[in-house]
């Protein structure tokens, strides 16, 4: 006898028993009782074998109840017999994530995708499968699908933007590896320091940049902004004029003069300069209001505001350009939309292009352009170059949306502050970590993460405060522990640090390292040398840049071993080069130990 159940399934057997099988799986499904329903969707598999949506949802009980392994066979048995269901596609892709077996995920995500096109959750998976092979490209072009199916995902946004800091990492790797000598490394380096307004060491770099025959445009330009945020005017007008003299038509230049006319006084000659510029370029002066605005005094900032406003009243001006400078988000939401459709968009690819998109604020064009010039190895570095430069502030605009689109959860900001202190955005993190502290006051992650921030950013005073303020609710927490013995040790109060180092040491093994060095340094500045040199030696597999080893051999020194001195000297002089590589490919101020200097 054949019966049509309520599925819609036909059946010739047991159809009162199969359809209390479904029943009952579905019950226990609803109430979250996964383990049950599994059960319950394993027996009715047992009575229609040939129903795939059955084994499709086998797999998604075992799926829900980490038994991985079971939900990928009940997944291909589904797929088997209809290739089609998109199910067992997307959650077969996913289980595989999750197994970390990521090429064999790629091809069920992308079927999966075909399938259903606006499932958020397929493209962010696909992408997290192509990070975990390490194609960061890839990886982003699925995060960015997801973006544009569910625009209002939060989660999309800040992934897209991880995925394009990868994207930065993975580009930077490249430039280190086949163009270490170049002068897109030096400069990129330069750019890197000028954005954490380390301004000395940003000077230096691009004077030493500017020696090389082959740099980016623009170099001149940067750098005479840089010795604007330093005072020196006289030196910045010269380095902008020499942009102009290589390069009439830079913009850059142009705005960097008019900031110096703020600096000078002549206030509505830097208004006619800038005027002109919003006239050949809406995007270039929206792009680059924070590099023109960063230091200026208060009083010079309201004077140009003064002379906008003027303007405006007077109908010399547009709304677009004087909202620009107001920061007004509504109205520049529009007018850069605006501004990046009346950019033009070339097939052809040359270097102009590139920075031409990039300085007018087109990142995704700018970004593709870059991609196609680094294909030729003639113009590889300079199209790594841009490409990094665009991938970062892609970076940054993706996760500034994700922190705005769900503000309300502690979790994301932890999230964001952790991202931007591992990548030393300092000012960032600690923004990230006092929004998740307003939402959850007694948050340790976010309390432990804003006292790193703020001691990496040598906010000594406020990170104690942070500390302590942590330690009430978590006394014995090793980490908050190890971060306040690190704390005391740089206010140069060793005593102090060491019960706090000592309550640390069983710590995240991660961390261990860092501690024992910690330690080492609390007995060399209180005379206990040889307990020094024990800590240190415990340390030695935390020395990325040399300092330990150098700390060692000095103490090595100390008590007449100088053999041992020897070594350690020239193990820490490798490792001090190796260690400034690695801080050009990650663009980032390489942190060195007093005793260092």
């Known amino acids: 006898m054949l019966c049509l159940t309520s599925s819609g399934w036909l059946l010739s057997q047991q159809p009162d028993a199969f359809e209390s099988l479904l029943a009952s799986a579905q019950q226990a499904?609803?109430?979250?009782?996964?383990?049950?329903?599994?059960?319950?969707?394993?027996?009715?598999?047992?009575?229609?074998?040939?129903?795939?949506?059955?084994?499709?949802?086998?797999?998604?009980?075992?799926?829900?109840?980490?038994?991985d392994e079971q939900a990928a066979d009940a997944f291909q048995q589904a797929i088997r017999q209809k290739p089609a269901l998109f199910v067992p596609n997307m959650f077969l892709g996913l289980d595989y994530v999750r197994l970390k077996r990521y090429k064999e995920a790629i091809p069920y995500l992308k079927r999966a995708a075909l399938l259903k096109p606006t499932d958020v959750q397929t493209h962010l998976g696909l992408g997290e499968a192509y990070a975990g092979t390490g194609d960061a490209r890839l990886a982003t072009v699925s995060y960015l699908q997801a973006t544009r199916v569910a625009p209002e995902n939060a989660d999309a946004w800040y992934h897209l933007g991880v995925s394009y800091l990868e994207h930065v990492e993975a580009d930077a790797r490249i430039l280190l590896t086949r163009h270490k000598d170049s002068g897109y490394v030096r400069v990129l380096v330069a750019d890197n320091l000028a954005d954490q307004h380390a301004f000395p060491a940003a000077a230096e770099a691009y004077k030493n940049a500017l020696l090389l025959t082959s740099v980016p445009v623009g170099i001149h330009a940067s750098y005479g902004f840089v010795l604007i945020y330093q005072h020196d005017l006289q030196a910045a007008e010269r380095e902008l004029n020499a942009e102009l003299k290589e390069n009439p038509g830079s913009l850059l230049a142009k705005l960097g003069l008019a900031r110096l006319q703020i600096e000078q006084g002549v206030t509505e000659e830097a208004a006619n300069r800038i005027q002109e510029i919003w006239k050949t370029d809406r995007g270039f002066l929206r792009a680059n209001i924070a590099k023109f605005e960063a230091g200026m005094e208060q009083s010079r900032r309201?004077?140009?505001?003064?002379?906008?406003?003027?303007?405006?009243?007077?109908?010399?001006?547009?709304?677009?350009?004087?909202?620009?400078?107001?920061?007004?988000?509504?109205?520049?939401?529009?007018?850069?939309?605006?501004?990046?459709?009346?950019?033009?968009?070339?097939?052809?690819?040359?270097?102009?292009?590139?920075?031409?998109?990039?300085?007018?604020?087109?990142?995704?064009?700018?970004?593709?352009?870059?991609?196609?010039?680094?294909?030729?190895?003639?113009?590889?570095?300079?199209?790594?170059?841009?490409?990094?430069?665009?991938?970062?502030?892609?970076?940054?605009?993706?996760?500034?949306?994700?922190?705005?689109?769900?503000?309300?959860?502690?979790?994301?900001?932890?999230?964001?502050?952790?991202?931007?202190?591992?990548?030393?955005?300092?000012?960032?993190?600690?923004?990230?970590?006092?929004?998740?502290?307003?939402?959850?006051?007694?948050?340790?992650?976010?309390?432990?993460?804003?006292?790193?921030?703020?001691?990496?950013?040598?906010?000594?005073?406020?990170?104690?405060?942070?500390?302590?303020?942590?330690?009430?609710?978590?006394?014995?927490?090793?980490?908050?522990?190890?971060?306040?013995?690190?704390?005391?040790?740089?206010?140069?109060?060793?005593?102090?640090?060491?019960?706090?180092?000592?309550?640390?040491?069983?710590?995240?093994?991660?961390?261990?390292?860092?501690?024992?060095?910690?330690?080492?340094?609390?007995?060399?500045?209180?005379?206990?040398?040889?307990?020094?040199?024990?800590?240190?030696?415990?340390?030695?597999?935390?020395?990325?840049?040399?300092?330990?080893?150098?700390?060692?051999?000095?103490?090595?020194?100390?008590?007449?071993?100088?053999?041992?001195?020897?070594?350690?000297?020239?193990?820490?002089?490798?490792?001090?080069?190796?260690?400034?590589?690695?801080?050009?490919?990650?663009?980032?101020?390489?942190?060195?130990?007093?005793?260092?200097?």
């Open 29 to 67: 499904q609803a109430r979250s009782d996964f383990a049950s329903a599994a059960d319950f969707y394993k027996q009715a598999v047992a009575i229609h074998p040939e129903i795939p949506e059955l084994k499709a949802n086998l797999g998604l009980m075992y799926y829900q109840t980490g038994r």
């Open 302 to 597: 309201s004077e140009l505001q003064r002379v906008l406003d003027g303007r405006e009243a007077a109908g010399e001006l547009s709304p677009g350009f004087v909202a620009a400078f107001r920061g007004d988000s509504v109205s520049d939401s529009h007018d850069r939309a605006d501004s990046i459709k009346d950019t033009p968009r070339s097939n052809s690819v040359t270097a102009a292009g590139a920075s031409h998109l990039y300085a007018s604020g087109n990142y995704p064009q700018a970004l593709a352009a870059a991609q196609k010039l680094a294909l030729s190895a003639a113009t590889e570095a300079e199209g790594l170059y841009w490409e990094t430069k665009s991938a970062q502030k892609l970076a940054t605009e993706a996760l500034g949306r994700a922190s705005e689109m769900d503000s309300g959860s502690p979790k994301l900001h932890v999230l964001l502050g952790d991202l931007y202190r591992q990548r030393q955005f300092f000012p960032d993190a600690e923004q990230e970590y006092r929004k998740a502290l307003a939402l959850a006051p007694n948050d340790t992650g976010a309390l432990f993460g804003l006292s790193l921030a703020l001691l990496a950013d040598n906010q000594l005073d406020q990170a104690f405060d942070v500390a302590q303020t942590a330690l009430k609710n978590n006394a014995d927490d090793p980490e908050l522990n190890a971060v306040m013995g690190e704390i005391l040790c740089a206010r140069d109060d060793y005593p102090g640090a060491e019960p706090f180092l000592k309550k640390s040491l069983n710590t995240k093994p991660e961390y261990v390292s860092h501690v024992h060095a910690l330690l080492g340094s609390v007995y060399a500045k209180t005379n206990r040398t040889q307990e020094a040199i024990r800590e240190l030696k415990l340390a030695l597999a935390d020395d990325k840049d040399g300092h330990i080893h150098y700390q060692l051999a000095r103490l090595y020194l100390k008590v007449g071993d100088r053999d041992a001195a020897k070594q350690a000297f020239e193990i820490s002089n490798r490792l001090r080069s190796e260690g400034l590589n690695r801080a050009a490919v990650a663009m980032q101020q390489t942190s060195v130990d007093k005793d260092w200097q």
